[in-house]
């Protein structure tokens, strides 16, 4: 049994989701109000027997108790492994005594940051310190705190020593090379450590699963500088990574798919005590590309920029939204369409003055923000001469036009194209063939972007080195015995196409099952940007129809395989497409957790090179001669025809395994008979266009 399945034989699901949704039985099901959509009809589902969950309304979505602990807690499928391992008592993953060294040390400096977070907020609250008392009065009266904002964010204070904490922290056992490792202690170059924050107001800062890795620290005296401190970068703090106020802010963004982003964490707190629970602060920078992946896909659908309306700060988001344009023109996987806007606040006033003297008037501000189209273009003008020239107009509309088309919704980037030639009085058809080029030389680069990693496969050939996915010592696998009865029949979706092997030696591994799937993940794995075209293809059946496009054609994800290994193998591969640091095969390798080892080697590994030695004479030459008539082998279109029509066979087979898990549905348990029919419809109507588009292409190969 594998981890994953061990796993989920020790929990059982509708004990894990009640603790986070109020499910109630109704007949053989649990139900209730979706926790990822609002709703007054409850269209969550949970199934015992199967050991399942679906939402019949809006999400359209389901999946098993991974699924929605990554949906439910903003997880990656590592994460989720290893929380649900933790609770289940299963070991997830091998370690190297090096890698347990550096967990090790991990652990031990969050458990002395949480610590140093309990006792700054202790001393604040020391009412036998004049110290204290004066700050937490300075805290209330000039900051405008109140005593459950003080609890809930953990506010602290450093007080004016230089060897507060260093000198507790030390007599308590902690190693001062842990207290400089984590950042709250320093050692000069005469030898000497002191503490790192003195007198000063200190903000934990948390990260998105809201473990305290750092500190901000704000000044209480006039002449300390700078005003603002953030704790040093150590192994657990890089402030270009975190977002402050998203572990508190995760299910306000969840709910309302909206986000708004402030310049400082006082910004932050301040909006949340004033109840606007879904703001977060980039911590006085730009917005960096690992902050933007925190937030979408899986938390937001639109971004609000509010950044303070001083030039800095205007600069500040113009270079944010150069960052966020950057990732949507990377993202060939059409994942990421997102709503970028602005706050334009005329008042001149940081979000944090304007929140506290007039909540309204901030709420007004989020409500009316501008689309990113709007600003940008407002930005470039006001940088034109009073009468510009054509040249300079032409200068400001190539300057402008790669942002403006930074969406995947070309309903979006039509309406920019148009409102830049009104405001630049220029020909609108000379601006489109300029946006044309630029989405050509967006595409091109997005799509080569991933494969300078992926070297393109040759034939087989056994003693020729190969591009190798190299996932380290395989474990112990049972010997591989085969007959011809093993051989997997000719269904049509037979791996004949040759990738990159899992690794450079021959492996021993058993014919794997599911073919559609492995082919699939295989392709996808070593082709990563042709997730791109699977998506497009999907978007395109579904046509302008919304209902179609978000539910029952919507893009490719887990819920499309039935191995709980592969589903789990396609988590993992969309966090790869998700993140911009490495290459989709690099994050692979580096974050494969042992657990699907040996279901990555099996996906990867060529099963017919490996048979090919075992079979009679005769038949392997057979085999070659049949695999050369089946297409042109390793061409990248045949490849791409490939993929398309198996991810279309298993749109279509989750679509027939959704319908039949709703064909058990009765009215007298509870359910919308309105939706579920809805929902049947769609289904069958997808099905309908699948199945057209699947005969038109093999009509089209045939002639």
Request: net charge negative; hydrophobic share 40%.
């Given at each position: 049994?594998?981890?994953?399945e061990?796993?989920?034989?020790?929990?059982?699901?509708?004990?894990?989701?009640?603790?986070?949704?109020?499910?109630?039985?109704?007949?053989?099901?649990?139900?209730?109000?979706?926790?990822?959509?609002?709703?007054?009809?409850?269209?969550?589902?949970v199934?015992?027997?199967?050991?399942?969950?679906?939402?019949?309304?809006?999400?359209a979505?389901?999946?098993d108790?991974?699924?929605f602990?990554?949906?439910?807690?903003g997880?990656?499928?590592?994460?989720?492994?290893?929380?649900?391992?933790?609770?289940?008592?299963?070991e997830?993953?091998?370690?190297?005594?090096?890698?347990?060294?550096?967990?090790?040390?991990?652990?031990?400096?969050?458990?002395?940051?949480?610590?140093?977070?309990d006792?700054?907020?202790?001393?604040?609250?020391?009412?036998?310190?004049?110290?204290?008392?004066?700050?937490?009065?300075?805290?209330?009266?000039?900051?405008?705190?109140t005593?459950?904002?003080?609890?809930?964010?953990?506010?602290?204070?450093?007080?004016?020593d230089?060897?507060?904490?260093?000198?507790?922290?030390?007599?308590?056992?902690?190693?001062?090379?842990?207290?400089?490792?984590?950042?709250?202690?320093?050692?000069?170059?005469?030898?000497?450590?002191?503490?790192?924050?003195?007198n000063?107001?200190?903000?934990?800062?948390?990260?998105?699963?809201?473990?305290?890795?750092?500190?901000?620290?704000?000044?209480?005296?006039?002449?300390?500088?700078?005003k603002?401190?953030?704790?040093?970068?150590?192994?657990?703090?890089?402030?270009?990574?975190?977002?402050?106020?998203l572990?508190?802010?995760?299910?306000?963004?969840?709910?309302?798919?909206?986000?708004?982003?402030?310049?400082?964490?006082?910004?932050?707190?301040?909006?949340?005590?004033?109840?606007?629970?879904?703001v977060?602060?980039?911590?006085?920078?730009?917005?960096?590309?690992?902050?933007?992946?925190?937030?979408?896909?899986?938390l937001?659908?639109?971004?609000?920029?509010?950044?303070?309306?001083?030039?800095?700060?205007?600069?500040a988001?113009?270079?944010?939204?150069?960052?966020?344009?950057?990732?949507?023109?990377?993202?060939?996987?059409?994942?990421?369409?997102v709503?970028?806007?602005?706050?334009?606040?005329?008042?001149?006033?940081?979000?944090?003055?304007?929140?506290?003297?007039?909540?309204?008037?901030?709420?007004?501000?989020?409500?009316g923000?501008?689309?990113?189209?709007?600003?940008?273009?407002?930005?470039?003008?006001?940088?034109?001469?009073?009468?510009?020239?054509?040249?300079?107009r032409?200068?400001?509309?190539r300057?402008?036009?790669?942002?403006?088309?930074?969406?995947?919704?070309?309903?979006?980037?039509?309406?920019?194209?148009?409102?830049?030639?009104?405001?630049?009085?220029?020909?609108?058809?000379?601006?489109?063939?300029?946006a044309?080029?630029?989405?050509?030389?967006?595409?091109?680069?997005?799509?080569?972007?991933?494969?300078?990693?992926?070297p393109?496969?040759?034939?087989?050939?056994?003693?020729?080195?190969?591009?190798?996915?190299?996932?380290?010592?395989?474990?112990?696998?049972?010997?591989?015995?085969?007959?011809?009865?093993?051989?997997?029949?000719?269904?049509?979706?037979?791996?004949?196409?040759?990738?990159?092997?899992?690794?450079?030696?021959?492996?021993?591994?058993?014919?794997?099952?599911?073919?559609?799937?492995r082919?699939?993940?295989?392709?996808?794995?070593?082709?990563?940007?042709?997730?791109?075209?699977?998506?497009?293809?999907?978007?395109?059946?579904?046509?302008?129809?919304g209902?179609?496009?978000?539910?029952?054609?919507?893009?490719?994800?887990?819920?499309?395989?039935?191995?709980?290994?592969?589903?789990?193998?396609?988590?993992?591969?969309?966090?790869?497409?998700a993140?911009n640091?490495?290459?989709?095969?690099?994050?692979?390798?580096?974050?494969?957790?042992?657990?699907?080892?040996?279901?990555?080697?099996?996906?990867?590994v060529?099963?017919?090179?490996?048979?090919?030695?075992?079979?009679?004479?005769?038949?392997s030459?057979?085999?070659?001669?049949?695999?050369?008539?089946?297409?042109?082998?390793?061409?990248?279109?045949?490849?791409?025809?490939?993929?398309?029509?198996?991810?279309?066979?298993?749109?279509?087979?989750?679509?027939?395994?959704?319908?039949?898990e709703?064909?058990?549905?009765?009215?007298?348990?509870?359910?919308?008979?309105?939706?579920?029919?809805?929902?049947?419809a769609?289904?069958?109507?997808?099905?309908?266009?699948?199945?057209?588009?699947?005969?038109?292409?093999?009509?089209?190969?045939?002639?």
């Open positions: 049994m594998s981890a994953i061990e796993i989920k034989s020790r929990l059982d699901i509708v004990q894990y989701i009640q603790q986070y949704v109020p499910i109630r039985k109704q007949g053989r099901y649990y139900k209730a109000p979706c926790p990822f959509h609002s709703e007054k009809t409850p269209s969550f589902v199934y015992e027997d199967r050991q399942s969950w679906r939402c019949f309304g809006a999400c979505e389901g999946g108790i991974f699924r602990a990554m949906k439910f807690h997880w990656s499928f590592g994460e989720a492994l290893e929380e649900l391992g933790k609770r289940a008592g299963v997830v993953r091998k370690q190297t005594p090096e890698q347990r060294d550096q967990l090790d040390q991990l652990e031990r400096l969050r458990a002395i940051v949480k610590h140093a977070a006792l700054y907020h202790e001393t604040l609250l020391d009412g036998n310190r004049p110290d204290a008392a004066a700050t937490l009065a300075y805290a209330r009266d000039k900051r405008g705190m005593d459950a904002t003080l609890a809930r964010f953990q506010i602290g204070y450093a007080p004016d230089w060897h507060f904490l260093h000198h507790q922290f030390t007599t308590l056992g902690y190693a001062e090379d842990d207290l400089i490792a984590a950042g709250l202690v320093r050692r000069n170059d005469k030898d000497a450590v002191y503490d790192s924050f003195r000063r107001l200190m903000i934990p800062i948390r990260d998105d699963r809201g473990r305290a890795v750092g500190f901000g620290a704000r000044a209480l005296a006039a002449e300390d500088n700078p603002y401190l953030n704790s040093s970068q150590t192994p657990l703090f890089d402030k270009s990574r975190l977002l402050f106020g572990d508190a802010a995760k299910d306000a963004i969840r709910a309302d798919g909206i986000v708004v982003i402030v310049e400082g964490y006082m910004d932050a707190i301040t909006a949340h005590q004033a109840g606007f629970t879904n977060v602060a980039q911590m006085g920078t730009a917005l960096t590309e690992t902050q933007l992946r925190l937030l979408v896909p899986k937001a659908k639109r971004v609000i920029m509010a950044l303070d309306s001083d030039a800095a700060g205007q600069n988001t113009r270079r944010s939204l150069e960052v966020a344009r950057g990732v949507l023109q990377a993202d060939y996987a059409a994942r990421l369409s709503d970028l806007r602005v706050l334009r606040n005329a008042s001149a006033k940081d979000p944090d003055d304007l929140i506290r003297e007039n909540p309204a008037e901030w709420a007004a501000l989020v409500e923000a501008i689309p990113v189209a709007e600003f940008v273009i407002d930005m470039e003008l006001a940088n034109l001469d009073p009468n510009p020239s054509v040249q300079d032409e200068g400001a509309a300057r402008l036009l790669p942002l403006l088309l930074a969406t995947e919704d070309t309903l979006y980037q039509d309406a920019n194209v148009q409102l830049l030639a009104r405001r630049l009085k220029l020909d609108e058809r000379r601006l489109l063939s300029w044309a080029d630029v989405v050509a030389i967006d595409r091109a680069s997005a799509r080569q972007a991933p494969l300078k990693a992926v393109k496969a040759a034939a087989p050939n056994p003693t020729a080195s190969s591009p190798s996915f190299d996932l380290g010592e395989p474990p112990d696998m049972p010997p591989f015995e085969v007959d011809e009865s093993s051989m997997p029949p000719d269904d049509g979706f037979a791996d004949e196409l040759p990738t990159a092997p899992i690794r450079s030696r021959p492996l021993q591994v058993e014919v794997p099952d599911v073919p559609t799937e082919f699939c993940l295989k392709v996808l794995f070593t082709q990563p940007n042709l997730l791109y075209d699977i998506n497009r293809k999907l978007r395109e059946l579904a046509g302008d129809d209902a179609l496009s978000t539910w029952v054609l919507a893009e490719l994800t887990p819920d499309d395989f039935t191995r709980d290994s592969y589903r789990a193998l396609m988590n993992l591969f969309l966090e790869a497409m993140q640091t490495q290459s989709p095969i690099d994050y692979l390798s580096t974050a494969l957790p042992d657990a699907l080892f040996s279901d990555a080697q099996r996906i990867m060529d099963e017919w090179d490996n048979l090919r030695p075992l079979l009679r004479h005769g038949l030459a057979d085999l070659t001669d049949w695999l050369a008539q089946r297409g042109d082998g390793d061409s990248p279109d045949a490849l791409r025809t490939a993929l398309l029509d198996h991810a279309l066979r298993l749109r279509a087979a989750r679509l027939q395994r959704e319908r039949a709703m064909s058990y549905i009765k009215p007298e348990d509870g359910f919308d008979e309105n939706e579920v029919s809805s929902y049947i769609l289904s069958l109507r997808a099905k309908q266009l699948i199945d057209a588009e699947l005969s038109r292409r093999s009509r089209a190969i045939r002639s």
